[in-house]
């Protein structure tokens, strides 16, 4: 029970890390949508309130797995903030390609059997689980669901960020990008299976032709516009 509650803390405080850029997220995401919906106004679509709050969420998702992976570690708690205004730290150190190499974890240890203790299997769980809303969300609000989408855009977005993270003093290694990878195919097949299960509440979460809309107009529910975010 201690352990759980630990477990509890320790993702409360990265919650409360996510918090400033989730906000800068929302401002931003209130500040485009009327462009975004002009611009399906203009290909002939339009985007639900279900689908528009599934993406308003999905962004602030994005934005807070930002705030935890492309930025220093603890950059978004108040004693970094307060040293660094103090000189007492660099305020947003960038660390050497050539020195993060030296670093950086090729090879997976995630099948070697070794016992990870409390830390490594927390981290080793939230590295899967906090990609499963990238997978479950790219099959939810993108048209046409595929089993492999969420392992691809999974694999992508892991990638990425653990690049990023060799030039902001992150660690970078092998075993992040698998649990990553897994995290988000787990979501993608979620997806599927929500469809499957509840066709009708997926549909929500995709843009529709707008009522009166011919099909020879501007641009049909099946084409390439439609599967945008």
């Not at 409360?12 to 800068?24: E, G, N, R, S, T």
């Not at 639900?48 to 708690?77: D, H, I, K, S, Y």
């Not at 305020?91 to 016992?115: A, C, E, H, K, N």
Request: aromatic content about 14%; charged content about 15%; some cysteine.
């Amino acid at each position: 029970m201690d352990t759980l509650f630990w477990y509890l803390e320790i993702t409360l405080d990265y919650v409360k890390q996510m918090l400033p850029c989730m906000l800068m997220g929302a401002v931003g995401f209130l500040v485009l949508l009327p462009w975004q919906r002009g611009r399906l106004y203009r290909r002939g679509l339009y985007s639900g309130p279900v689908r528009e709050v599934g993406r308003f969420l999905f962004v602030l998702f994005c934005c807070g797995l930002a705030a935890l992976t492309v930025f220093p570690a603890n950059f978004w708690t108040l004693w970094h903030w307060q040293e660094a205004l103090q000189g007492l730290r660099p305020f947003f150190p960038i660390t050497p390609l050539s020195q993060s190499l030296q670093y950086v974890g090729w090879t997976p240890t995630l099948f070697r059997g070794d016992t990870l203790g409390e830390w490594g299997f927390y981290m080793a769980a939230a590295n899967a689980l906090i990609f499963v809303p990238i997978g479950f969300c790219s099959n939810l609000l993108w048209r046409k669901p595929r089993w492999w989408k969420g392992l691809a855009v999974g694999l992508c977005v892991s990638f990425a960020i653990e690049f990023l993270q060799l030039f902001v003093n992150r660690s970078t290694d092998v075993d992040d990008l698998i649990l990553n990878t897994l995290g988000a195919f787990l979501g993608g097949l979620l997806a599927l299976l929500l469809g499957r299960v509840a066709p009708a509440l997926t549909r929500k979460f995709q843009v529709e032709v707008r009522h009166g809309q011919k099909t020879g107009d501007s641009a049909p529910a099946s084409g390439t516009g439609a599967g945008q975010l």
